[in-house]
């Protein structure tokens, strides 16, 4: 369940808050002793303007750092000790299935978003993702969230993904120049950021289908300006995605 957000104290000279804190250092060596433990982050998080500055500045970095090294190391490897939509964005993207609400992004049955115990990221899946002129481009991308047996949906998949140096990406440009428009309503379910549809841009590739293990045509995808990837797709019965597995080594 997520944290509601409370209101915070913004540390006016006369804040009892502010008074008696611990030291960062202190805080850094507690929640290390925790593993960063998210829920504990983002339940401090609501203390104060104090306590939600440290959680975005050091806390969640920590937590990414922790759940995927690898990853974090190589989108950082650019020269950036930052990443595009800020470490408490990632480190949801890292351990949050969005879901959809009702008369959300995607045509699809109501379906709650909730946290994921554990999710393998890739950049070789990633590569799937990106059709011929983009693949230059580096796009983390997770394995599907299954939640079989939607009624008319069928089984349905949720996948998210995060790009490297998306400023600068292949991708962006081409969305650019293809004058794709932003999502009227709908944002980003892990920075608030504007959103484009892949689908409308005529940007998702067969292999994305191969690579989920969807029927074809059945993948919808927006791409937020921080680069932030979320989808979903009807996905094959095993025994049909299997077939499909063999076809893309061939």
């Given at each position: 369940?997520?944290v509601?957000?409370?209101?915070?104290?913004?540390?006016?000279?006369?804040?009892?808050?502010?008074?008696?804190?611990?030291?960062?250092?202190?805080?850094?060596?507690?929640?290390?002793?925790?593993?960063?433990?998210?829920?504990?982050i983002?339940?401090?998080?609501?203390v104060?303007?104090?306590?939600?500055?440290?959680?975005?500045?050091?806390?969640?970095?920590?937590?990414?750092?922790?759940?995927?090294?690898?990853?974090?190391?190589?989108?950082?490897s650019?020269?950036?000790?930052?990443?595009?939509?800020?470490?408490?964005?990632?480190?949801?993207?890292?351990?949050?299935?969005?879901?959809?609400?009702?008369?959300?992004?995607?045509?699809?049955?109501?379906?709650?978003?909730h946290?994921?115990?554990?999710?393998?990221?890739?950049?070789?899946?990633?590569?799937?993702?990106?059709?011929?002129?983009?693949?230059?481009?580096?796009?983390?991308?997770?394995?599907?969230?299954e939640?079989?047996?939607?009624?008319?949906?069928?089984?349905?998949?949720?996948?998210?993904?995060?790009?490297?140096?998306?400023?600068?990406?292949?991708?962006?440009?081409?969305?650019?120049?293809?004058?794709?428009?932003?999502?009227?309503?709908?944002?980003?379910?892990?920075?608030?950021?504007?959103?484009?549809?892949m689908?409308?841009?005529?940007m998702?590739?067969?292999?994305?289908?191969?690579?989920?293990?969807?029927?074809?045509?059945?993948?919808?995808c927006?791409?937020?300006?921080?680069?932030?990837?979320?989808?979903?797709?009807?996905?094959?019965?095993?025994?049909?995605?299997?077939?499909?597995?063999?076809?893309?080594?061939?």
């Amino acid at each position: 369940m997520l944290v509601p957000k409370q209101y915070r104290c913004t540390h006016s000279a006369s804040c009892i808050c502010i008074k008696g804190h611990l030291s960062e250092d202190a805080i850094y060596l507690v929640f290390r002793h925790l593993n960063w433990n998210p829920r504990l982050i983002a339940l401090m998080s609501c203390v104060c303007k104090w306590f939600d500055e440290i959680a975005k500045r050091i806390l969640w970095k920590e937590f990414c750092r922790s759940r995927a090294p690898k990853m974090m190391l190589d989108l950082q490897s650019c020269g950036s000790h930052s990443v595009d939509g800020s470490w408490k964005a990632l480190g949801k993207l890292l351990i949050y299935c969005s879901g959809c609400s009702h008369r959300g992004l995607f045509d699809v049955t109501r379906i709650p978003g909730h946290f994921v115990y554990r999710t393998r990221f890739s950049r070789t899946s990633g590569k799937s993702f990106l059709i011929p002129q983009c693949r230059t481009d580096d796009l983390y991308v997770s394995d599907p969230c299954e939640h079989l047996d939607q009624g008319d949906d069928g089984d349905v998949g949720f996948f998210r993904g995060v790009f490297k140096s998306f400023p600068i990406s292949s991708v962006r440009k081409m969305l650019i120049d293809r004058q794709v428009t932003l999502h009227p309503t709908e944002v980003c379910p892990y920075c608030k950021a504007k959103l484009w549809n892949m689908l409308q841009a005529k940007m998702i590739p067969r292999s994305a289908c191969i690579r989920l293990g969807a029927y074809d045509d059945s993948i919808e995808c927006f791409v937020c300006l921080n680069g932030h990837m979320v989808g979903t797709c009807t996905l094959l019965p095993l025994s049909d995605s299997e077939e499909a597995s063999d076809l893309e080594q061939c």
